[in-house]
C-alpha cells in the first residue's frame, strides 16, 4: 500500500478491501460450521446486513463532506456515527464511521469530541493500516487538547509502517510547541526522507515543500539566535 497516498484514499482502499476479502474470510468459516444450509441462510442475512451498514456509512460519508451543515444534518451525522458503531460493530463499517465521527468533531472545534470517539476503538482488534489512522488522529486531538504526553505515547504505541512520515512530523510539530528545535528538525528531517523514499505524487511533493519550509524555518530560527547571543 503506497505510503504518500492521503489518510482518506488509504481508508477508502481499506474499506474496499475489507467488503472483497473480509466477506470471503467469514463465509469460510461459515461454510464449514454450518453447512451449505446454513451457509445459504447465513449469506442471506449477512448479505442484508452488510448492505444495511453501507448503504449508512455513505451517507454519513456524504454529510461530513457537506460544506454549510444544518443543525438537522449535524444531528444526523452524530445519529448515523454513532448507530454504526453499536448496531454494525460486527463489520468493519463500525471502525469506519468512528474516524468520520471523530473527523466531523474535530473540523467543528470539538477536539474533546474527537478524543472520545477514537479512544473508543480497539486498536489491538483493528487492522493495522486502521489502526495506525486511528493513533494518528487521536494523537492529534489529544495533543489539541493540551496533552502532548499522551499524543506521543499514542504515537508510540503502533508501528507506523504506512504513515512514518506523518507520525515523524506530527512528533516533530510537538517537539517545536515545547521549544525542542533540535528534535523538531530531526523529526521533520526523518518525515522529509521518509517522504522523498517513496513515490512521489502530487500530495507528497505539497507534504515535502512544507517539510522543507519547517526545517528551514528552525535553521533560520536557530542562526539569527546564534547572532544575537554574539
Known amino acids: 500500500m503506497d505510503p504518500l497516498r492521503t489518510e482518506e484514499e488509504q481508508l477508502e482502499a481499506l474499506k474496499l478491501w475489507w467488503e472483497e476479502n473480509g466477506k470471503q474470510t467469514v463465509a469460510a468459516i461459515v461454510l464449514v460450521a454450518a453447512g451449505w444450509g446454513g451457509w445459504q441462510y447465513w449469506s442471506a442475512q449477512e448479505q442484508a446486513h452488510r448492505e444495511d451498514g453501507s448503504a449508512l456509512y455513505s451517507q454519513l460519508q456524504t454529510l461530513v463532506a457537506t ?24 463489520t468493519g463499517y463500525a471502525d469506519f464511521a468512528a474516524l468520520e465521527l471523530a473527523k466531523y468533531r474535530f473540523n467543528q472545534g470539538d477536539t474533546l469530541g474527537a478524543e472520545v470517539v477514537l479512544a ?23 495533543w489539541a487538547n493540551g ?18 512520515s506523518l507520525y515523524d512530523e506530527l512528533r516533530g510539530d510537538i517537539a517545536f510547541s515545547q521549544a525542542d528545535r533540535a528534535s523538531a528538525r530531526a523529526y521533520y528531517q526523518s518525515a522529509l526522507t521518509a517522504l522523498q523514499n517513496s513515490d512521489q505524487g502530487q500530495a507528497s511533493m505539497q507534504r515535502e515543500g512544507l517539510l522543507t519550509m519547517k526545517i528551514d524555518s528552525i535553521l533560520v530560527d536557530s542562526s539569527a539566535q546564534v547572532g544575537v547571543a554574539e
Open 67 to 90: 460544506p454549510d451543515l444544518t443543525d438537522i444534518q449535524k444531528a444526523s451525522i452524530e445519529t448515523l456515527g454513532e448507530r454504526l458503531q453499536s448496531e454494525f460493530d460486527d
Open 147 to 164: 496533552d502532548a504526553d499522551a499524543a506521543l505515547t499514542t504515537l508510540n504505541s503502533v508501528s507506523a509502517t504506512t504513515f512514518s
Open 120 to 142: 473508543n476503538i480497539n486498536l489491538a482488534e483493528a487492522r493495522p493500516e486502521i489502526a495506525q489512522v486511528v493513533a494518528l488522529r487521536l494523537a492529534r486531538a489529544q
